[in-house]
Every structure is written in structure tokens, then in C-alpha cells.
């Protein structure tokens, strides 16, 4: 449970889970794209030496330069691939509101995507006097409390602001971002800071420079009262979850007199209701000033090329005088302090510690001592409670602030067990650090895996920047930064145990978070407004001077899989495919079977059981210990189609590692408890999931939105097949895999016939392997009607899922389009779905419409759309998504520019190395042995705007939908959803299974 970001994300929507880094005891998690080296062509332009700040043995070579107006460039070279990831990070966050009206820097966060006095209006002169109408308004608004006038001047907001809105270009900060190729367009508020992120090709430098330059020159508060709307659904968000409850009541009794506790980013519902567009733009005047902020680079550039520019574009900008932050200190916490916090999740336990903050030692201590509890591996917590499966699931966790930061235990109780004696097994793990109870090796393993994480993240440009900008917002230098393995180095166990004996004591705040209905929960409740008009072609002269600006051609490098992976056999038949890693000394091993859970239900239970097991000459806890000494992971994952034992670490200890596997798997012995323990958790998990929104919404009823009762989601082992497991039996399973048909596969710095001599001598197999049963083939629920299923659960927002099957197998014609077709319609801040559903209705939060491609030859192609909206907003957003469904509105310009912008991505991306194999069996599976961004990228590049109208109406126009609904029936209106032909409610044990 480390948490750290609870800031808002723009876009309303969380991207999958990747790598991750810790750094100063938080944690990051990152997806990674693309990495393989090629030089790009920079614009030209007279070139000057700059002199930088640097730091020695600084593994990523980071440049630091500070303008004169005081604006900070940290600048990381990385010339694995053609992009640049940017933060633009300003230093202020929720901690700055003004406590009258809090939830400020977030929405002002919001406000910066709007554009300027010359991107996103069509006159600013007839504009600007009504939006200083609309200001003056709201503080009216703010400051009278009689209901009736209230109402009154609301409504004249709500008519000026549609007057205003026929005068500006909505979205256009996001469309120039795409047209010169930007990805992953966001931002995200916190505490101390507000950050604007983009991906964009190294060729784009100075037209980004250029656009965030008037972006950040002043703010314009147009379509204020729409996007309230958005935050207010944010909020309403906020209020079904769990954690965010949890760690509010944490901040709340850690820090009762400081703003880390007495106000939260997304800010009161009180304050929402009443904002302040005077407070908003002095907050902006007052902290948005060069001197405050950063501008960071991460990727393929000229450092002296990137001071030209950001002197060129923001050295005209005035410093400010930034008010210093000042608090008193919080008071001690003398005893442990317990409160309840409830909601619909199952019940668990947080202890948390305030410490100090970043300019402290304390972070660094809390990093070591976080690894010592729980690494995943051979941490105190992980090997006494997680591997002994005495509680369902137990963490330590970090938040690091600039003023303080606070240390955490986390844990899940199993079935039967109290919250009180989970607190007491966590306690009892700190203890043993407190007397020094841990072997010396161990303090060791925590310094280097946290060093072979770094090493990993920084292979890439999103981890090179995450790390710089955590570094900049909390104000740590970076040679303290970069210092900071030599301090560790330095730490003693005596340090540690003196550390946890002075400082973690009994002055603890002590959550229990309980299952049941919260009665704090509060919904804001929306003002009427009207829906303003969408100028969707309209185009400011900014941006018509901007997309004519000329930016060097970059050519795309597709991948040679011929070239890069290497085939051959083993004596024994084996197939062993090899990539040569050339950045690091890590390595990557996997066995692959054929086989997953759609073969043998059991090959799931097998790798759940597998982590518990030992040998008769090692317990489990002690080969997780042997692993993590020797800077090893050994993983096991049953997948749909495929099951994978991975071994991962450093290349020096590949030998010793395939000496411990290859034990493991001759000398696996069974263990009725650990199995009993396995299947009592599964019992427990598909319990907890049953009240978990996030999976009900995203796996459970998307499934049975795709597949109907019987999907892959849903195929599971009973009750009664689970309890009739044979511990023996499915460790014979694991045993005897390799003697099944399987093939190999190594990423590494090692050479291929190392490899394969290692390999021949430590990975037994027979010659003659024993193949597996046939799939189990699903068939696609048809949607020939729209067709509504419902299930009831008590949140406050509801969510639309529509799902259609179409084309029933891999068309490549349909994937070489779908691309430009999410880009323009249904996927980013710009498209037609975002557009029209939040920025000109203001009808969800967050909202998007996917045309997918299926992973293999034989699986259909399916149109997927969501809406996360109010009960109240159902009867108006379901028919605004099916009329720009059938009848997408038509911008050529716009359809013209996501083409590019698609190119544009397609030619500045690097597949990397580490990722070629994956890329290569996927494509493999589709029936292709070439990348089919080729494909995408040759068709596109002959493509004209009719093609993608085409493409809508032949695959999208007239499609019927299973509309899945997830709501409380007590706030959802069922006779509009029986209007499109019936409801089907559901229960839990029909979308879960069993």
C-alpha cells in the first residue's frame, strides 16, 4: 500500500501499472514505452555553451541551469530513443490554498488545459470583459448566503458563460499538443506541487517550448462553471473510496495545524461550491513565476539547445516574490490515537508515525527501514507474516513531504482474524528491528535491490524524470540525491535499532478501516447549467500560426525481429530464444507454457501455491532470503493462454539462481497448510473483489459485457473443486513441468552460448515432452439490441460501460485505422467523446470509447465506451454517447491533425529491447512475424480524412451495445434504462462466477 499521489488526474483516467522506483522512501509506479538508440534532427539554430551545474558519477548525467529570471532546467540526456518526457513542475500544491477556499491549486490545475488570452479564443477582446463578468459574479456568489439571489446569480453565470463560450476554441491547448505528437498530455496536483506532463518527439522541442510558454503566460478562467462540474464529480469520486478516507483521517490526526491535515487537494464540499476566481488568479500570480518553477527533460536533445529555447520562450517571464511557507510545529503525539473510518471495501488496518520531512536524515532512514519490513521478498514482514500466511497481506509504506513525512504499517486480516491482532503481528516485526533481530546480510540486499530498481528506472525517460522532479518539489539537492547510497553505506544496524527505539514508539495513529456504510459521506450536488456550444472547428490565430510553424521530418525505425532475437535449440530439442541486453548487467529468464488457465484451471492455483513451498533442504522463507542475497526474483503467473517462471536479477548470479531453481523444481515439497491457506485467501479475495468497484467495474462486468456468464473473468474454480485440492497432486503439477512442452527464453548481457551452456547443464527436460489439453474456446456475447444489465451497489457516482463484439477475428485493415480512430473520437482531451460529454455537458467526470484489436488470430475485434457520471446524469449521458457514436461529429481539420499526430508518435518511438520479444509474440499470435506499426504507419501516411469517416461508419455507426451499469438502484432512474428494451439485473455470483 505505498501510496503517495492522490492529486487529481486530468484526464479521470489511471494508466496500467509498470516499473517502479523507490526513491527517498516513496513510491513511483511508471508504464514504460520505448527505448533503442537513433539520432533525431534538431532544429537549427546557432549554438551557444552554457555553463551547468553537474555532479559526479551522477549515473544519468543530469545538467542543471538556472535562467536569470530564476526559472530551474534539469536536463537528463538519454539517446535511447527520439522522445523527450517534460514536467513543467511548479512548487505549490493544497498545502498553499488559501484556507477559505480550498481545492484551489488543483482546480486552478484544471484551469491551465483551458488556454490563454491567445490559444483556445476567438476574440479575446469581446472575451475578456465577459469572463471578468463571470469573475465578479462568483465572488457575488461566495459571499451571499440568501438561497434565492444565489440561485439568481447563478443563472446569469450559467447565461454569460454560454455567451462567452460561442467565443472560444475549447480543447485547443490539447489538439497543438497533439499535432506535434505529444503523449500522455496530463497534469497532477499534491500537496507541494502541481506538474504538466507531456511525451513528445525530439524534433517538437521548440514548438513545445513555444506552447507551454503562452500556456503559462496567464490564465484564463474560460468555461469555468463546466469544468466545476467535472471537479465536482471528482469529489463525489472521492467519496466511495476507501483509502482516500483512510489516509485523510491519517493526515488529519498526524497533522491537526497544518495543512497536510486540516485540507485536502481536491478541497471541502463547502468551498467547491463556492469559488473564487479572484483567489484563484492571485494564486496563480503569486506562485506561477519562473522562480518557482521548474522545467525538466528527460530523452533524446542538446542541453545547450534546451537553454536557448527556454531562454528564448521563458526568460521574458518576471519573477515573483514567492511568501515563504511557514507552520508552527505540530504537537507531539504522547499515546496511540485509534480511529474508524468505513466503506464498502473489506476491513483492514493502517498504523502511521510522523516523522520529519525532506530536510531531514528521516527519509533516508525510513527507506532502509521500509526495505528491511517489506521488500517482496525477504523483508522481516514478508517472510514471518506474507510467506507464512499469517494475515492475507501485510505492507510498510512511506509518504515523503517537504515539512514532514510519515512511516506506515498496512494490513489485511484473514478470514477470523481481528484487526487488533494484525496490528500486534505488524508491531511485533517492527520489534524485532528494534532489538536488532535481523540477519547482517539483509541491510546489504535492501541497499542493492534499491539500487538495481534505480538502475531500471533510469533506462528509462518517465523514471529519470520522476526521480528529478520528486527531487526539485521537495527541495533536495541533487548531489544529496545522488549521495544518498553512500550515506546508506554508512547506516549501521545500531543505527536502525536506535532510530525505531527513539522514534517509533507508541505515538501512533491507528486506522481501522471497517466495512459498512460511511455517514460522513457528502455528495455535491450540481447547479443547473446549460450545456455550452462546442465551436468543435474553430481555431484560434495562435493556433493557426503555431501548426504552420516547421518542425524537422523524423523517420520511423521499425523492429527487425529477424535481426534482434536470436534462435536455437538445446540437445534436447528445447527452443531457447535470446535478446543480448546491452544497457546493464541485468538478466531476464522465463520458462513459457503454452498453457493457462483457459487450458488447466489448476496451473492458477499451482502458481499461487508455488511461492509457500520448500525443499527438504530449504523452507520457503529461506529461499526467498537465497534469492534476495543474491539480488535474484523468482516469479510464477498463470496467464489466459500461457504460464510463465521467470527468473530476474543480476547476471553474476544467473548460475546460482538456475542451481536454486532447478532444485526447486526436483525437490518441491508438498504442504497441506500452505494449500489450505491458498484456498481460504482465494475464498476471502473473491469476497473483498465483490466490493471492490475498481474490480467489479473493470473486470467483472466488462467481461460479462464481452463474453457474457461464461468469461474468462468469470472461469474459475468452484467452492467445491477448490476445497478438493490435492496438495500433493499440484505440487507433483509443479514438479513436472518441464517435462511438458515448453520453450525458453533469455534478455541478458550474457552471450548465447553462455547462456546455452548453462542451460544444458541446469534446466532438465526430457526429449520427448508431454503437450497439454486442448482450450477451452469462448464465444462473444452478440449484441443485436441494446441491451441493459444492472448491478446494484451502494456508490455514489454510477458507471456506464458499453460493450459491442464485432469483426470475429484479426482484421488487419480494421487495426491499421483504429489507431487515428481513438485519437480523434474516443481516447484524449481533445477527442470528440471528451469533448462533447465533459467539456461542452459537463456529464462525467471521466470518459472515453476504444476500438480494440484482439491479442490473437481467432478473438474478435470490440467497441468499448465509458461514462463515470452522477445517477442524475444518466438520461443525459447515455443518448449524447450514442448520437456522436452514430453520427460522429465531423472536423476535417481535426481528423487531419490526430493522423498526424498518430504518425508523428509512430515515427519518434523505440521499441525496447527488453520489450521486443513481447511485441514479437504478440504480433506472432496475430498471425504476423513483422512489427505491424509498419503496417499502421504505411497506411496512415497514404490515408485522407474520408477514410477514417469510412471507418466510422462501416465499423462503428449503428452498433448495438450490452450497456453495463454499476449504481445504487436507490439513486439510478431503472424506468429510463428498461427504455432501451428491458433490464437484466444481476447479482455478484453471475458476473463473479462463483
Same mark, same amino acid.
Given at each position: 500500500?505505498?501510496i ?10 489511471i494508466q496500467p ?5 523507490v ?15 537513433y ?7 546557432t549554438?551557444?555553451?552554457h ?16 535562467l ?6 534539469f536536463?537528463?540526456v538519454?539517446?535511447a530513443?527520439?522522445?523527450?518526457y ?10 498553499h490554498d ?5 481545492g ?7 484551469m491551465?488545459?483551458k ?5 483556445g ?6 472575451e475578456?470583459?465577459l469572463?471578468?463578468?463571470i ?13 434565492e439571489?444565489?440561485?439568481q ?29 505529444a503523449k500522455?498530455?496530463?497534469a ?6 502541481t ?20 500556456r ?14 467535472t ?6 469520486i472521492?467519496q466511495?473510496q ?5 489516509n ?6 498526524l497533522?491537526?495545524q497544518?495543512p ?5 487537494t481536491?478541497?471541502s464540499?463547502e468551498?467547491?461550491r ?6 484563484i ?6 506562485y506561477y ?28 517571464? !518576471? &519573477?515573483?516574490?514567492?511568501?515563504p511557507f $511557514?507552520?508552527?510545529? @505540530?504537537?507531539? *503525539?504522547? %499515546?496511540?490515537l485509534h480511529?474508524?473510518v468505513?466503506?464498502q ?7 502511521a508515525?510522523?516523522l520529519?520531512?525532506s530536510?531531514?536524515?528521516d527519509?533516508?532512514?525510513?527507506t532502509?527501514?521500509s ?5 517482496g ?7 514471518h ?6 494475515v ?6 512511506t ?11 498496512y494490513? !489485511? &486480516? ?5 484487526l $487488533?491482532?494484525v496490528? @500486534?503481528?505488524? *508491531?511485533? %516485526?517492527?520489534?524485532r ?10 541491510l546489504?540486499?535492501?541497499i ?7 538502475m ?10 520522476g ?15 545522488i549521495?544518498?547510497f553512500?550515506w ?19 505515538n ?5 478501516k471497517?466495512?459498512?456504510?460511511d455517514?460522513t459521506?457528502?455528495?455535491v450536488?450540481?447547479p ?9 472547428d ?6 493557426k ?6 518542425s524537422?521530418?523524423?523517420a ?13 535449440r ?6 531457447l ?5 546491452v544497457?546493464?548487467e541485468?538478466?531476464?529468464?522465463d ?8 487450458h488447466?484451471?489448476n496451473?492458477?492455483?499451482?502458481t ?6 520448500g525443499?527438504?533442504k530449504?523452507?520457503?522463507?529461506q529461499?526467498?532470503q ?20 521467470t ?13 536454486l531453481l532447478?532444485h526447486l ?11 489450505q ?32 456468464e ?10 467445491e473443486?477448490?476445497?478438493?485440492l490435492?496438495a500433493?497432486r499440484?505440487t507433483?503439477?509443479l514438479?513436472?513441468l ?20 548453462l542451460?544444458e ?6 526429449a ?11 464465444s ?5 439490441n ?29 487495426h ?6 481513438n ?18 455537458k ?9 476500438y480494440?484489436?484482439p ?9 468499448q ?5 452522477q ?16 453520427n ?8 487531419e ?5 498518430v504518425?508523428?508518435?509512430i515515427?519518434?518511438s523505440?521499441?525496447p529491447?527488453?520489450?521486443v ?6 504480433f ?15 497506411k ?8 477514417l469517416?469510412?471507418?466510422?461508419q ?30 437484466r ?10
Amino acid at each position: 500500500m505505498s501510496i503517495f499521489w492522490e492529486g487529481a488526474i486530468l484526464t479521470g483516467t489511471i494508466q496500467p501499472i509498470g516499473e517502479l522506483i523507490v526513491i527517498f522512501g516513496l513510491t513511483f509506479y511508471y508504464k514504460v514505452r520505448l527505448l533503442t538508440s537513433y539520432p533525431i534532427l534538431m532544429i537549427e539554430t546557432t549554438k551557444k555553451t552554457h555553463t551547468f551545474e553537474t555532479v559526479p558519477h551522477d549515473p544519468i548525467g543530469l545538467k542543471m541551469y538556472t535562467l536569470s529570471n530564476g526559472l530551474r532546467l534539469f536536463l537528463s540526456v538519454n539517446q535511447a530513443e527520439p522522445r523527450i518526457y517534460t514536467h513543467i513542475a511548479v512548487r505549490a500544491g493544497s498545502k498553499h490554498d488559501p484556507a477559505e477556499t480550498t481545492g484551489l491549486a488543483h482546480y486552478m490545475e484544471h484551469m491551465l488545459f483551458k488556454g490563454s488570452s491567445r490559444i483556445g479564443t476567438l476574440n479575446w477582446e469581446k472575451e475578456k470583459p465577459l469572463l471578468e463578468q463571470i469573475s465578479e459574479l462568483y465572488e457575488r456568489h461566495r459571499q451571499t448566503r440568501d438561497m434565492e439571489e444565489r440561485r439568481q446569480i447563478y443563472a446569469e453565470i450559467d447565461r454569460i458563460s454560454s455567451e462567452a463560450a460561442r467565443l472560444s476554441a475549447p480543447g485547443e491547448y490539447d489538439k497543438l499538443a497533439a499535432t506535434i505528437g505529444a503523449k500522455n498530455t496530463n497534469a497532477y496536483t499534491w500537496v507541494e506541487q502541481t506538474v504538466y506532463v507531456n511525451d513528445i518527439p525530439s524534433n517538437e522541442l521548440e514548438r513545445w517550448f513555444h506552447l507551454e510558454a503562452e500556456r503559462f503566460s496567464m490564465l484564463a478562467l474560460r468555461l469555468f462553471h463546466t469544468e466545476l462540474e467535472t471537479v465536482y464529480e471528482e469529489f463525489n469520486i472521492s467519496q466511495d473510496q476507501d483509502a482516500r478516507k483512510v489516509n485523510n483521517a491519517i493526515r488529519t490526526a498526524l497533522f491537526p495545524q497544518h495543512p497536510y491535515g486540516t485540507q485536502t487537494t481536491i478541497g471541502s464540499a463547502e468551498h467547491l461550491r463556492n469559488p473564487s476566481q479572484k483567489n484563484i488568479q492571485h494564486f496563480f500570480s503569486t506562485y506561477y513565476v519562473p522562480n518557482n518553477m521548474g522545467v525538466l527533460l528527460a530523452g533524446d536533445f542538446d542541453p545547450d539547445e534546451a537553454v536557448q529555447l527556454a531562454e528564448k520562450y521563458f526568460g521574458k517571464f !518576471k &519573477p515573483g516574490n514567492v511568501p515563504p511557507f $511557514e507552520f508552527e510545529p @505540530q504537537p507531539a *503525539l504522547q %499515546e496511540k490515537l485509534h480511529l474508524q473510518v468505513y466503506g464498502q471495501l473489506t476491513p483492514y488496518v493502517d498504523l502511521a508515525w510522523r516523522l520529519e520531512g525532506s530536510h531531514t536524515d528521516d527519509p533516508l532512514m525510513l527507506t532502509l527501514l521500509s526495505g528491511l519490513l517489506h521488500n517482496g521478498q525477504a523483508g522481516l514482514i514478508d517472510l514471518h507474516l506474507n510467506q507464512q500466511q499469517k494475515v492475507l497481506e501485510a505492507e510498510a509504506w512511506t509518504w515523503m513531504y517537504e515539512d514532514y513525512c510519515v512511516f506506515g504499517l498496512y494490513g !489485511k &486480516p484473514r478470514e477470523g482474524q481481528s484487526l $487488533e491482532e494484525v496490528e @500486534q503481528l505488524m *508491531l511485533a %516485526e517492527l520489534d524485532r528491528v528494534r532489538r536488532g533481530d535481523f540477519p547482517d546480510w539483509l541491510l546489504e540486499g535492501v541497499i542493492r535491490d534499491l539500487k538495481l530498481v534505480e538502475m531500471e528506472a533510469f533506462e528509462t525517460n518517465k523514471g529519470r524524470i520522476g526521480a528529478i522532479t520528486q527531487a526539485f518539489v521537495l527541495g533536495v539537492p541533487w548531489e544529496r540525491f545522488i549521495g544518498r547510497f553512500d550515506w546508506f553505506n554508512k547506516v549501521t544496524r545500531e543505527d536502525i535499532m536506535d532510530f525505531v527505539r527513539h522514534r517509533l514508539q507508541d505515538n501512533y495513529v491507528l486506522i481501522h478501516k471497517l466495512q459498512g456504510n460511511d455517514p460522513t459521506v457528502i455528495k455535491v450536488e450540481k447547479p443547473p447549467i446549460t450545456p455550452v456550444e462546442i465551436n468543435r472547428d474553430a481555431v484560434s490565430d495562435f493556433a493557426k500560426a503555431f501548426m504552420q510553424l516547421p518542425s524537422p521530418e523524423l523517420a520511423p525505425a521499425f523492429v527487425n525481429y529477424a535481426e534482434i532475437i536470436q534462435h536455437t535449440r538445446l540437445q534436447n530439442g528445447l527452443s531457447l530464444d535470446y535478446i543480448r541486453n546491452v544497457d546493464n548487467e541485468l538478466f531476464r529468464f522465463d520458462i513459457i507454457l503454452p498453457a493457462g488457465k483457459m487450458h488447466d484451471l489448476n496451473l492458477t492455483i499451482a502458481t499461487l501455491y508455488f511461492p509457500y513451498l520448500g525443499t527438504g533442504k530449504y523452507s520457503a522463507q529461506q529461499l526467498q532470503q537465497e534469492l534476495f542475497r543474491l539480488g535474484l526474483k523468482l516469479d510464477a503467473q498463470t496467464k489466459k493462454e500461457k504460464t510463465h517462471i521467470t527468473l530476474t536479477g543480476l547476471q553474476e548470479s544467473m548460475k546460482a539462481g538456475l542451481q536454486l531453481l532447478d532444485h526447486l523444481l526436483t525437490d518441491l515439497r508438498p504442504d497441506e497448510q500452505a494449500l489450505q491457506n491458498v484456498v481460504n485467501d482465494i475464498f476471502q479475495l473473491r469476497e473483498n473483489a465483490k466490493r471492490n468497484r475498481q474490480i467489479i467495474a473493470r473486470e467483472a462486468l466488462m467481461n460479462f459485457g464481452l463474453y457474457g456468464e461464461e468469461s474468462p473473468f468469470s472461469h474459475r474454480l468452484s467452492r467445491e473443486e477448490l476445497l478438493a485440492l490435492d496438495a500433493r497432486r499440484l505440487t507433483e503439477t509443479l514438479k513436472d513441468l518441464r517435462s511438458c512442452e515448453h520453450s525458453l527464453f533469455y534478455y541478458g548481457p550474457a552471450q548465447m552460448d553462455e547462456v546455452s551452456g548453462l542451460l544444458e547443464t541446469y534446466h532438465f527436460a526430457p526429449a520427448i515432452r508431454r503437450p497439454f489439453g486442448p482450450k477451452l474456446e469462448l464465444s462473444t456475447m452478440p449484441a443485436e439490441n441494446h441491451q441493459v444489465f444492472f448491478l446494484d451497489f451502494p456508490i455514489v457516482q454510477t458507471d456506464l460501460m458499453l460493450m459491442s463484439p464485432g469483426t470475429p477475428y484479426f482484421n488487419l485493415e480494421e487495426h491499421k485505422l483504429r489507431s487515428w480512430f481513438n485519437e480523434y473520437f474516443g481516447l484524449g482531451l481533445s477527442s470528440v467523446v471528451f469533448q462533447e460529454i465533459r467539456e461542452s455537458k459537463a456529464l462525467a467526470y471521466s470518459t472515453y470509447s476504444i476500438y480494440g484489436s484482439p491479442r490473437r488470430k481467432d478473438e474478435p475485434h470490440y467497441l468499448q465506451a465509458y461514462v463515470g457520471t452522477q445517477p442524475d446524469k444518466i438520461a443525459d449521458a447515455l443518448p449524447a454517447l450514442f448520437r456522436i457514436m452514430n453520427n460522429m461529429p465531423v472536423d476535417r481539420a481535426q481528423i487531419e491533425r490526430s493522423r498526424q499526430s498518430v504518425i508523428k508518435q509512430i515515427a519518434s518511438s523505440r521499441t525496447p529491447r527488453k520489450r521486443v520479444y513481447w511485441d514479437y509474440l504478440l504480433f506472432k499470435n496475430r498471425g504476423f512475424s513483422h512489427d505491424l506499426d509498419e503496417d499502421i504507419y504505411r497506411k496512415l501516411s497514404a490515408s485522407q480524412p474520408d477514410d477514417l469517416i469510412r471507418f466510422q461508419q462501416a465499423y462503428v455507426r449503428g452498433r448495438h451495445f450490452n450497456i453495463m451499469v454499476l449504481g445504487s438502484k436507490d439513486r439510478v432512474d431503472m424506468e429510463y434504462l428498461r427504455s432501451f428494451g428491458g433490464v437484466r439485473e444481476l447479482s455478484m455470483e453471475e458476473v463473479f462466477g462463483c
